[in-house]
T-cell receptor, first 112, second 114 residues
Framework: DADVTQTPRNRITKTGKRIMLECSQT?????MYWYRQDPGLGLRLIYY???????NKGEISDGYSVSRQAQAKFSLSLESAIPNQTALYFC???????????FGSGTRLTVV | GQQLNQSPQSMFIQEGEDVSMNCTSS?????WLWYKQDPGEGPVLLIA?????ELTSNGRLTAQFGITRKDSFLNISASIPSDVGIYFC??????????????FGGGTRLMVKP
């Protein structure tokens, strides 16, 4: 099994729908992140969590929310999906003071 | 916010050629990282650099931490088809929370012709 598992791998949804992307990890890492990838823009941070009780907004948090249900689980929600949220979404984990992130394989989301 | 500018945005090379790419910033970084994203996968850490002027190798890959601390370079020697992918530079965000969040560049897409 992968160290960081994202579900679903692909999703097509309609404008206005609520959708949740899930991430679980077996690394035992305390820190978890959600990034969005768009062509030419690299990876942009949406939300991050240093532990179960700590949630922080990243660079582009508008339109998104997150929940850290357990140390191993960090989910990303789009409350009302819009087409410009079509992108590739990555979950990542790390330990404190270490920049060696472990990424999941990504969720490709299309909003029509 | 901080921006990392990578160039070139894409390159299409012949197998066996050497590759050079770079990453620049308007801000000073204390750490530079290079990640590679294979098609259909998440990025994987290749090399981490912690000191200005540092030169570090990982197989055919060599990365350098620029002495101005505002740039970094990645070279790939004797490219092979499995080098295909997107290469990202990254550095720690200047954030008062002092966490280890990374800012990523826009990526260099490498294509290798057999």
């Amino acid at each position: 099994d992968a160290d960081v598992t994202q579900t679903p791998r692909n999703r097509i949804t309609k404008t206005g729908k609520r959708i949740m992307l899930e991430c679980s990890q077996t690394k035992g890492h305390d820190r978890m992140y959600w990034y969005r990838q768009d062509p030419g823009l690299g990876l942009r941070l949406i939300y991050y969590s240093f532990d179960v009780k700590d949630i922080n907004k990243g660079e582009i948090s508008d339109g998104y929310s997150v929940s850290r249900q357990a140390q191993a689980k960090f989910s990303l929600s789009l409350e009302s999906a819009i087409p410009n949220q079509t992108a590739l979404y990555f979950c990542a984990t790390s330990v404190t003071h270490n920049y060696g992130y472990t990424f999941g394989s990504g969720t490709r989301l299309t909003v029509v | 916010g901080q921006q990392l500018n990578q160039s070139p945005q894409s390159m299409f090379i012949q197998e066996g050629e050497d590759v050079s790419m770079n990453c620049t910033s308007s801000s000073i970084f204390n750490t530079w990282l290079w990640y590679k994203q294979d098609p259909g996968e998440g990025p994987v850490l290749l090399i981490a650099l912690y000191k200005a002027g540092e030169l570090t190798s990982n197989g055919r890959l060599t990365a350098q931490f620029g002495i101005t601390r505002k740039d970094s370079f990645l070279n790939i020697s004797a490219s092979i088809p499995s080098d295909v992918g997107i290469y990202f530079c990254a550095g720690p965000s200047m954030n008062n929370n002092a966490g280890n969040m990374l800012t990523f560049g826009g990526g260099t897409r490498l294509m290798v012709k057999p």
